[in-house]
């Protein structure tokens, strides 16, 4: 199976959005919960959000909640983020990655980096102020 890769980072002013997305081989990516996750240097891996493998349910943590959105095409197998009204503190290493704790189709610890096992290289978000 290969790594998801992320793409669609950048450096953008506050207030501006930014859509990142992230492909995978079909094997990787469907039938399994996606997340996002970010990382700024010396700090913990942060989740950002998680999608169900058939789209229909969506899960943020309470920082990104109402500006992000996360999607997915399941026959194209990409995931993707739709980031608005960015702010300094959004700017980090962006990471998606597959859901592989419990199996296909199980959405439980989807906020938990340690129930992931295919993760992309990451893509760099910088929001200035």
């Known amino acids: 199976q290969v790594q998801p890769v992320e793409s669609g980072g950048g450096l953008v002013q506050a207030g501006e959005s930014l859509r990142l997305s992230c492909t995978a081989d079909?094997?990787?990516?469907?039938?399994?919960?996606m997340g996002w996750f970010r990382r700024v240097p010396g700090k913990e891996r942060e989740f950002v959000a998680a999608?169900?493998?058939?789209?229909?349910?969506?899960y943020y943590s309470d920082s990104v909640k109402g500006r992000f959105t996360i999607s997915r095409d399941n026959a194209k197998s990409t995931l993707h983020l739709e980031m608005n009204s960015l702010k300094p503190e959004d700017t980090a290493v962006y990471y998606c990655?597959?859901?592989?704790?419990?199996?296909?189709?199980?959405?439980?610890?989807?906020?938990?980096?340690?129930?992931?096992?295919?993760w992309g290289q990451g893509t760099q978000v910088t929001v200035s102020s």
């Open positions: 990655a597959r859901k592989g704790r419990n199996g296909r189709y199980s959405v439980v610890g989807y906020g938990d980096h340690g129930a992931y096992d295919y």
């Open positions: 079909g094997r990787t990516f469907s039938s399994y919960t």
């Open positions: 999608i169900t493998w058939d789209g229909v349910n969506a």
